[in-house]
């Protein structure tokens, strides 16, 4: 068998992506930051005969992930025919603990789309060598957010007219950044460990026919383009601002769909509460953001790495489940660890 593995991170969204059309396509564009240490690594092998696919997870099989694993396997192949004439296997590990409750969905197919750009060099490396665009559009298949796993540290994906190039194929590197967003930190607070009780899959249907379904459109293509000039000029202040309300937005849509759910436990709200009045009292440019689920992000610039640990550990750490957080930064995204002959992206 052929193989080769891929390590790719997750991302945290500032700008949410929230509601799809037709081909896993966005209904607004997204910004998000690429992490660094919260990865997958996945060591993908094939070789040639009738079409199959075999999963494991931490040295495990892992039936229950098949069927997502067909149906992006089935929408890769109507582009890319060759997959249909070669058997799978996967193996998967993560480095953030299992039951963590973050999202994986994104780095795991984010490595997939690279690992399967690969295959396709291999078959034909002169046609088809590896493209992080191709790798990006090929994980999107897989799971929206994905599309932004491959490149870093910042990535916009969805069409809008306040980015030349950006589209809803793949995500593109934002390249004005400037350099005091280049290292923020991300502490992810796990609020909430285990499966959530509704999936973001779920969660994206429930936009069609939102009431507010509209004016989100709108208002993330407004804070798209905000958040490409705070970006370009350093602007911390304006940062703490947009992405909190993206944040507080996302879970607005979540309360106000048919049916209505919540995702945020007390201890989110009290996370965020401590996290304000943080700023307040010390002047320190900390923000939260939330994703689909209790859990949450606090950004924050490199130079307050030590003030943040410290209210972290005497503060918040007694708002997480037995006391669990992890600690990030930004990273450059999604990398082929074996190369074995292949062209590099
Ligand atoms: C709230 O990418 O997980 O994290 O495309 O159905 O797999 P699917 O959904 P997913 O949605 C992510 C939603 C979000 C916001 C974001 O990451 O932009």
Excluded at 85 to 112: D, K, V
Excluded at 197 to 205: E, F, K, L, N, Q
Aim: proline share 6%; glycine share 8%.
């Amino acid at each position: 068998m052929q193989s080769v593995t891929v390590l790719a991170p997750s991302n945290i969204a500032l700008v949410k992506y929230w509601g799809k059309k037709e081909g896993q396509r966005p209904w607004n564009p997204s910004v998000s930051f690429t992490l660094s240490s919260s990865c997958t690594q996945t060591e993908l092998r094939w070789e040639p005969g009738l079409f199959g696919l075999s999963f494991w997870f931490e040295a495990a099989p892992k039936p229950a992930f098949l069927p997502k694993l067909e149906q992006f396997f089935d929408r890769l192949a109507a582009l890319v025919p060759e997959i249909r004439e070669h058997r799978f296997e996967i193996r998967s590990q993560n480095s953030f603990p299992h039951s963590s409750g973050i999202a994986s969905s994104a780095s795991a197919f984010a490595a997939l789309g690279l690992g399967l750009s690969a295959f396709r060099a291999r078959l034909d490396p002169v046609n088809h060598p590896i493209d992080v665009h191709q790798a990006s559009s090929w994980a999107r298949l897989g799971s929206g957010s994905a599309a932004r796993s491959i490149e870093g540290p910042v990535v916009l994906w969805g069409e809008t007219e306040h980015c030349v190039g950006s589209n809803s194929e793949y995500g593109v590197r934002v390249e004005d950044v400037h350099p005091v967003f280049k290292n923020y930190r991300d502490t992810i607070l796990l609020i909430e460990t285990g499966s959530k009780s509704v999936s973001s899959t779920h969660g994206h249907a429930l936009m069609n026919g939102h009431a507010f379904g509209p004016a989100r459109v709108e208002m993330a293509h407004r804070n798209t383009a905000d958040l490409l000039r705070i970006l370009a000029t350093g602007d911390v202040e304006g940062f703490v601002d947009l992405v909190e309300s993206e944040a507080l937005v996302l879970h607005a849509l979540m309360m106000s769909s048919v049916p209505g759910y919540l995702l945020m436990r007390p201890n989110t709200l009290a996370a965020i509460e401590q996290v304000r009045a943080f700023r307040r009292d010390t002047g320190v440019p900390l923000c939260f953001t939330l994703d689909a689920g209790a859990n949450v992000h606090l950004l924050y610039p490199e130079d307050f790495e030590q003030t943040v640990h410290e209210f972290v550990t005497s503060t918040l750490s007694s708002l997480c489940a037995k006391g669990a957080y992890l600690c990030d930064a930004l990273g450059t995204g999604a990398k082929i660890l074996n190369t074995n002959g292949l062209i590099p992206a």
